[in-house]
């Protein structure tokens, strides 16, 4: 791996890094609706009770897409440290993990850190949905 991949990785992993905020701003959105659920849950309108609902299985999402980016951040680092030297050495240990099928090719640098922007875009519309939804359950409360 030479320095401008090593640069690509560290730059990925601390995007990723970054992109931990939204994950807390997730699993807080969806914290706070089930402690509405399950303390006024009962009181609520059924709209804001829906809302809240909505919010909740919605942080399911929110969790495994943090889960992911957090394991890819965790190898970009390990790929920019060389913990992992190549990136059929990285596919080899995602293949026995079960994690990634066993490719012919191997997927190039630029391909996985375009994956993993996605990825992130994918988390931060869940979290941007979970937030329209919870100002929704708050506007539709009494």
């Known amino acids: ?48 009770w829906g809302a809240c609902a909505v919010v909740g299985l919605l942080g399911l999402a929110e ?24 990136l059929p050495a990285l596919d080899g240990a995602l293949d026995k993990l079960g994690l990634r099928r066993a490719a012919d090719a191997t997927r190039p640098l630029a391909e996985r850190v375009l994956g993993t922007r996605q990825l992130m875009q994918r988390h931060g519309i869940v979290v941007a949905m979970q937030t329209v939804v919870f100002i929704l359950a708050l506007v539709l409360q009494d």
């Open 1 to 48: 791996m030479n320095d401008n991949d090593r640069a690509l990785c560290v730059a990925t992993a601390g995007l990723l890094r970054a992109s931990g905020a939204i994950a807390l701003w997730g699993l807080a959105l969806a914290l706070i609706a089930g402690v509405v659920l399950g303390l006024t849950g009962r009181s609520l309108p059924a709209a804001a």
């Open 63 to 86: 969790r495994y897409l943090a889960l992911r980016l957090r394991l890819d951040m965790a190898l970009f680092e390990g790929l920019a440290q060389g913990t992992i030297a190549t």
